[in-house]
């Protein structure tokens, strides 16, 4: 006779989720360090936001938008004038034309996009080239798509840029994608015209895509152009390009971002978007698309970024931190080996907690943790903020 089960307990809600679909996924260090910061009074050169605010012009745009019943769902693919205006900015700017209608998607900011790109192109048993240190959304993006990340370090020596002989090395049967995101984050690296020419072979010689991570794309230093994978005909051809208008115009909160991909491609990203968000906000996107009508505020972006760049690596000489090159992005790396031995996750919370500086650290930009005494400070911050934050990190 059957034991009665009717006195049993119920199983546990962690027992009927099982593993989950990303087991190894915890809060994001963003997110941990600027709550920390928050609850210590730190000074948060962590996450990658500015703490100052947007152009009024851009402000009054919404109000306008919202004031002018721009309040209902936009098309799918985006606002028509934005991404008009979006396709004559990548026009004038790098040389390729984008259809609008049928090549450019307003997202629900990059990292939708990102996730977007893998669920519509990769599957299961598909590989991934990933480039470390990584942005940390990419390898739970692949992971849902069913496909399996292989990486690839980034060159130290070489400032970050890629080794392009590991790169083939890294490319199989199964590979499907290769990742990028120049200009670099964490590391602040930029491609330069050789890197074109060495994807272009790469791209030539194997049946891959590309999925260009290009949100700092307006913020490169010392008059150096943005090398855009939409420089060449031949990169492009087989490439999702996503970028970020929050970066851009100081509006992270917003999450309005784009991806640009020849018709084929675009077809299946959008196959997908159209479940995953269906759209984005209509107000932010109208007001965006009247910005863009001048070209200023992106092209004045270098110069604004480089002031602060060149503000806070100054303050850094002066302490005890060795910054690392930063060529583009509003990141730059520190080299703390001459003030402590601990490893970059405890070098962090220790600079939190004792001093009141929040940075991240750099191997949590990696699969396995890999520490070389290095943490990555955010200059996206008023001048105040950056003075402040360097008379902490002098007494250190």
Same mark, same amino acid.
């Given at each position: 006779m059957p034991e009665d089960q009717s006195n049993s307990a119920p199983p546990s809600l962690e027992r009927i989720l099982g593993p989950g679909k990303l087991p190894s996924v915890g809060t994001t260090i963003f997110t941990v360090m600027s709550r920390l910061a928050a609850e210590l009074g730190a000074i948060n050169l962590g996450q990658g936001f500015p703490d100052f605010d947007c152009d009024p012009a851009l402000k009054r745009l919404v109000a306008e938008a919202v004031d002018g019943g721009h309040n209902q769902y936009p098309p799918m693919a985006g606002i028509q004038l934005l991404r008009q205006r979006y396709a004559q900015k990548v026009h004038r700017l790098y040389g390729r034309a984008y259809d609008p209608e049928t090549e450019i998607t307003v997202t629900a900011g990059a990292t939708q996009a990102l996730l977007t790109a893998n669920l519509a192109v990769?599957?299961?048993?598909?590989?991934?080239?990933?480039?470390?240190? #990584?942005?940390?959304?990419?390898?739970?993006?692949?992971? %849902?798509?069913?496909?399996?990340?292989? /990486?690839?370090?980034?060159?130290? #020596?070489?400032?970050?840029?890629? $080794?392009?002989?590991?790169?083939?090395?890294?490319?199989? &049967?199964? +590979?499907? @994608?290769?990742?990028?995101? /120049?200009?670099h984050n &964490? !590391?602040? #690296?930029?491609?330069? $015209?050789? $890197?074109?020419?060495? %994807?272009?072979?790469?791209?030539?010689?194997?049946?891959? @895509?590309?999925?260009? $991570?290009?949100?700092?794309?307006?913020?490169? /230093?010392?008059?150096?152009?943005?090398?855009?994978?939409?420089?060449?005909? !031949?990169?492009?051809?087989?490439?999702?390009?996503?970028?970020? /208008?929050? =970066? !851009?115009?100081?509006? !992270?909160?917003? =999450?309005?971002? +784009?991806?640009? #991909?020849p018709a084929p491609l675009m077809t299946e990203f959008r196959k997908v978007h159209q479940f995953n968000v269906f759209t984005v906000n209509t107000p932010m996107q109208q007001a965006l698309a009247e910005y863009l009508a001048d070209p200023a505020p992106y092209e004045d972006l270098p110069a604004f970024y480089q002031r602060k760049r060149d503000r806070f690596v100054a303050g850094l000489r002066a302490t005890r931190f060795r910054p690392l090159p930063c060529a583009s992005t509003y990141f730059v790396l520190a080299d703390y080996s001459g003030i402590s031995s601990l490893d970059e996750a405890a070098f962090a919370q220790w600079l939190v907690r004792e001093h009141g500086v929040a940075g991240i650290p750099v191997s949590v930009f990696y699969d396995k943790p890999l520490n070389r005494s290095l943490i990555r400070f955010c200059f996206a911050k008023a001048e105040q903020t950056l003075d402040r934050g360097l008379e902490r990190l002098q007494r250190v």
């Amino acid at each position: 006779m059957p034991e009665d089960q009717s006195n049993s307990a119920p199983p546990s809600l962690e027992r009927i989720l099982g593993p989950g679909k990303l087991p190894s996924v915890g809060t994001t260090i963003f997110t941990v360090m600027s709550r920390l910061a928050a609850e210590l009074g730190a000074i948060n050169l962590g996450q990658g936001f500015p703490d100052f605010d947007c152009d009024p012009a851009l402000k009054r745009l919404v109000a306008e938008a919202v004031d002018g019943g721009h309040n209902q769902y936009p098309p799918m693919a985006g606002i028509q004038l934005l991404r008009q205006r979006y396709a004559q900015k990548v026009h004038r700017l790098y040389g390729r034309a984008y259809d609008p209608e049928t090549e450019i998607t307003v997202t629900a900011g990059a990292t939708q996009a990102l996730l977007t790109a893998n669920l519509a192109v990769v599957g299961p048993g598909d590989e991934v080239v990933v480039l470390e240190p #990584a942005y940390d959304s990419y390898v739970p993006s692949i992971l %849902l798509a069913g496909g399996r990340p292989v /990486f690839v370090p980034l060159d130290p #020596a070489r400032g970050y840029r890629p $080794d392009w002989d590991r790169v083939r090395a890294a490319i199989g &049967p199964r +590979t499907r @994608l290769l990742m990028l995101n /120049f200009p670099h984050n &964490p !590391t602040g #690296a930029a491609l330069l $015209d050789e $890197d074109l020419r060495e %994807l272009e072979r790469i791209v030539s010689a194997h049946p891959i @895509l590309l999925l260009s $991570d290009e949100v700092y794309e307006h913020i490169v /230093f010392d008059g150096q152009p943005h090398r855009s994978v939409a420089r060449s005909e !031949t990169l492009s051809r087989r490439a999702m390009i996503v970028s970020s /208008f929050g =970066k !851009t115009f100081h509006v !992270t909160g917003w =999450k309005v971002g +784009t991806c640009c #991909a020849p018709a084929p491609l675009m077809t299946e990203f959008r196959k997908v978007h159209q479940f995953n968000v269906f759209t984005v906000n209509t107000p932010m996107q109208q007001a965006l698309a009247e910005y863009l009508a001048d070209p200023a505020p992106y092209e004045d972006l270098p110069a604004f970024y480089q002031r602060k760049r060149d503000r806070f690596v100054a303050g850094l000489r002066a302490t005890r931190f060795r910054p690392l090159p930063c060529a583009s992005t509003y990141f730059v790396l520190a080299d703390y080996s001459g003030i402590s031995s601990l490893d970059e996750a405890a070098f962090a919370q220790w600079l939190v907690r004792e001093h009141g500086v929040a940075g991240i650290p750099v191997s949590v930009f990696y699969d396995k943790p890999l520490n070389r005494s290095l943490i990555r400070f955010c200059f996206a911050k008023a001048e105040q903020t950056l003075d402040r934050g360097l008379e902490r990190l002098q007494r250190v």
